[in-house]
């Protein structure tokens, strides 16, 4: 169960005031019935109004034995999505009536399944033997919607209360981050190709918040973003977490690689898997492909939970199971940029978001321009020794001096035409569909290569993509950035050298602790980068119930 800030008490408490909550004498102890601090009776109607009563759809599964809870034949004992209902009768008989989407809603007394989902739409009456009849509602849908009717037989007085199902919410950067995934890589033979510092730096930062992924154990498959996303049904009880689980299957056949780590690591009571679509995906179905706004405010409709975003563009787009799901949430209202000009398609490739409480909107958008790169390399010795890129085969470029990367053949003219026709194009795109300005936008400095061997004529990024980053709280509850660590200098080990760093240090909110972490040999070298290598969970931070009523449709 979700413990409650002073702030949320506060609103809760004023929502109740606004509502008639128990504390309210408008009918005293008379007909009515109570719900998660609130009072609906024949006096105080509106109480009732949508979206009413607020539970979860029962998907997770509290007893553990391998059977969602609402597929279970009686309910689970270990049942905590049921919501209930205090039914005041007076001592008279009172019936009750289920209508709307009833196959999505059982009404619960004791262990008795009374009305909705198999049971046939009838009223049913209670005797009124009992002053108070507690009742339980279970959802089996995603914003389900029901009615409840209750009429006192004698004097025909009656009320309603309206019965909604949480939607599915995707976390956005600007949640609190609770705990983050990565696979840590030993050395091999030549003792360079591992990710043991990027591992070091979460560990010293993030503390318990770190969780390993055993990379024996999911077949060295490092793209822990890409296989999963994690999402909430928040309730004013509680909150079930949910692990959507993407058609990627460990980029090979379903348990390979990553594909069973939520099965195996993540499901418990109270969260659970869900995979939309089958089949094999491709790399536009990862959920490196998958990324959530902030809050904004769009044309005047406010979005407190931001917008979902997706890449690809005409007929390369991810298969519309999961985003055709999204869309009927609507809260999040997805939309799509172009990502198919990178050799991997992913939007987090040249694209983030990072809190700025100092901003006016409270974040920033983060998009890679390659002009600003050049800038800083035309500016540098072009003697400048770089190490990190003159290694050859799988570990670097045999680019051995900032000189050589400015005259590399067609480079230039490549992120020429990378800015005009994608990078500035897309930031419009962003502009208008998040509402955003000028200064809501932080260029990071960024270079695109075409590395031919392996993506034709799609880019890559040949500096690592410092947009390419994650967002989470450290041990002393500092906002963290993780950062690649772009290697634009003589020597690796001092970032003070670094210009690219240092323009970063410049632009970023100086509330933010940078991490310039070194992810070469195992991301950024495998056309990945931070963010790619990474999964954050987080917990909510706002309520739909109270902030979000606007974007949902009443449908009975």
């Known amino acids: ?6 702030a949320t008490l506060i609103l809760l408490t004023l929502s109740m005031a606004c509502r008639g909550g128990l504390n309210d ?5 008379g007909f009515s019935m109570d719900f998660q601090g609130i009072k609906v009776s024949p006096l105080q109607p509106e109480n009732g109004d949508f979206p009413g009563l607020v539970g979860a759809p029962n998907f997770d599964d509290d007893n553990e034995d391998g059977t969602a809870d609402w597929d279970e034949e009686g309910g689970s004992d270990s049942e905590n999505e049921w919501t209930e209902l205090l039914l005041h009768t007076e001592g008279e008989s009172v019936r009750i009536e289920l209508s709307g989407e009833t196959d999505n809603v059982r009404i619960w007394k004791g262990d008795t399944h009374v009305l909705g989902a198999e049971l046939v739409d009838a009223p049913l009456t209670l005797s009124g033997t009992e002053e108070e009849v507690l009742l339980h509602v279970e959802f089996g849908d995603y914003l389900a919607q029901a009615r409840l009717d209750v ?6 007085e009656s009320f309603s209360l309206r019965l909604t199902a949480a939607p599915l919410v995707i976390y956005h950067h600007l949640d609190p981050a609770q705990r983050v995934w990565m696979m840590e890589f030993p050395s091999n033979t030549n003792g360079v190709q591992n990710n043991d510092e990027m591992a070091q730096a979460y560990a ?42 993407s058609i990627r299957n460990g980029q090979g056949q379903p348990g390979s690689g990553l594909d069973d780590l939520p099965e195996n690591e993540m499901v418990e009571p109270d969260v659970f898997v869900q995979e939309w679509g089958e089949g094999r995906g491709s790399s536009l179905d990862y959920f490196g492909n ?21 890449g690809g563009k ?37 694209t983030t978001f990072i809190p700025d409480p100092d901003s006016e909107k409270g974040f920033r958008l983060l998009i890679t321009n390659t002009d600003d790169a050049w800038e800083l390399l035309e500016a540098m010795d072009p003697s400048t020794a770089l190490p990190k890129y003159a290694q050859r085969n799988m570990l670097g470029y045999g680019i051995n001096t900032v000189g050589e990367l400015l005259t590399e053949p067609g480079l230039r003219q490549l992120n020429n035409e990378i800015q005009e026709l994608y990078l500035d194009t897309q930031l419009a795109r962003f502009k208008e569909e998040l509402g955003l300005d000028d200064d809501d936008v932080i260029f990071v400095p960024g270079i695109f290569e075409e590395p031919l061997s392996m993506c034709g004529p799609y880019a890559a990024a ?15 509850d500092n906002t963290a950035l993780f ?18 760093i240092q323009l970063m240090q410049e632009r970023l909110p100086s509330s933010l602790k940078l991490h310039f972490v070194d992810d070469w040999a195992v991301y950024h070298m495998g056309l990945g980068e931070v963010h790619c290598g990474s999964n954050v969970e987080r917990t909510p931070s706002v309520s739909w119930w109270e902030e979000a009523i606007h974007l949902l449709e009443d449908r009975l």
């Open 1 to 6: 169960m979700r413990t409650l800030t002073p």
């Open 151 to 156: 009429t006192q037989v004698e004097t025909q």
């Open 290 to 310: 998958l990324e959530v706004s902030p809050p904004v405010t769009v044309d005047g409709v406010y979005y407190p939970f931001g917008r979902v975003y997706t």
């Open 462 to 476: 040949l500096i690592p993509g410092m947009a390419n980053l994650i967002v989470a709280q450290d041990t002393d």
């Open 483 to 500: 950062i690649p660590d772009p290697f634009i200098r003589a020597n690796s080990n001092d970032q003070s050298g670094d210009p690219f």
């Open 204 to 245: 010293r930062e993030l503390g318990d918040a770190y969780n390993k992924v055993a990379g024996r154990q999911y077949d060295w498959d490092p793209w822990v973003q890409d296989e999963f996303e994690w999402a909430v049904l928040d309730t004013p009880d509680h909150h079930v977490g949910v692990v959507i689980d």
């Open 25 to 29: 004498t408008g009918d005293g102890r």
């Open 314 to 350: 005409g007929a390369e787009t991810p298969r519309p199971q999961l985003t055709d799901f999204l869309a009927t949430q609507q809260l999040q209202d997805p939309f799509m940029v172009d990502s198919t000009w990178l050799c991997v398609g992913h939007i987090d490739e040249y």
